[in-house]
């Protein structure tokens, strides 16, 4: 099982099309979870919030600073955790506020998903369509080149 946890609802119309289409995509390949939870003003009260719905998982942050990862290493990841090892994976996406360093020290591992800025709304997709391209590579299908 994948859960991903962020934080505020998606505003962009087109965003929460590509949200859904690849959510419905990678659940053909493995079972999916996607949490919504209330944009707070406090990053302490949201880390809470988010730790409580955590358990034995393996934890992977975004982060601005977090380690960089080819597509082909994020799969090997999944495969690993997720696949092999048959870990629930819990990704976690904050708000613009960043998140809470007791939330930050839950993670296994913090993850960069480029150098370059985005929105957290626009992160969102970008991590599901690197979800499912991951699944892609594993099962070695055409998506991937």
Do not use: P, W
């Not at 009260?45 to 982060?63: A, N, P, Q, S, T």
């Not at 997720?82 to 993670?107: H, N, P, Q, R």
């Amino acid at each position: 099982m994948i859960k991903i946890i962020v934080l505020g609802k998606t505003k962009e119309q087109y965003l929460k099309s590509g949200i859904d289409d690849f959510l419905n995509r990678i659940n053909n390949f493995h079972k999916i979870e996607y949490v919504v939870l209330k944009d707070r003003e406090n990053i302490n009260e949201e880390g809470k919030e988010i730790l409580e719905r955590i358990d034995d998982e393996f934890v992977i942050v975004l982060d601005v600073f977090g380690k960089d990862c080819s597509s082909r290493l994020f799969a090997e990841v999944i495969k690993k955790e997720c696949i092999e090892e048959g870990k629930k994976l819990v990704f976690i996406i904050g708000s613009e506020t960043g998140l809470s360093e007791d939330v930050k020290k839950k993670a296994n591992l913090l993850l960069s998903l480029s150098k370059m800025t985005f929105t957290h709304e626009m992160a969102r997709l970008i991590l599901l369509e690197q979800i499912y391209r991951a699944f892609n590579i594993i099962k070695g299908t055409g998506y991937h080149k």
